[in-house]
C-alpha cells in the first residue's frame, strides 16, 4: 500500500475525530453554562436534531455540504455533541412524571427541530 492510499483511507477517520472532539467539547461547555441535569442535555440534543435535519435535508438535493464535511459535522461533531445515554440517565434520575414529560418533550421538540431544518433547507432551494 502506497503512502497516499493509506493516507485516503485516514482521511475520513481523522476528519471524524476531528468532528467528534470538537463536539465533545461544545457538550462539556454547554455542561458547565446551563445549570439543571435535564436542560444542558435537552438543548443540544434539539440543536444537534436541528443541525442533522439540515445536513440529511441538504444532501437530498443538491448539496450545499461537502461530503467531507458532513463526515466532520454529521458522524464526527453531532454523535459526540448530542448523547442519547445521557438523555436515558437523566430520565432515570428524576420523578416519573417529570420523565414521561421529558422523554415526550425531548423527542416531540427533537421532530420538530427537524421539520424546520427541512423548512430552512428547502425554503433555501427556491
Known sequence: ?????????????????????????LRHFVDL???GTLSGTFLVNVAGSF???????DSLGEPAVA???RLVFGTGFLSSFTTYSTFVVDSLLVAPLTALGYVGASYL???LAVLAARQVVN???R
Request: no cysteine; proline share 5%; net charge positive.
Open 33 to 35: 453554562a446551563v445549570p
Open 123 to 125: 425554503g433555501g432551494r
Open 67 to 69: 461530503d467531507n464535511s
Open 1 to 25: 500500500m502506497t503512502r497516499r492510499q493509506l493516507l485516503s483511507q485516514l482521511e475520513p477517520i481523522l476528519l471524524i475525530a476531528i468532528g467528534g472532539f470538537a463536539g465533545a467539547n
Open 109 to 111: 421538540i427533537g421532530f
Open 51 to 57: 443541525a442533522l435535519g439540515v445536513l440529511v435535508y
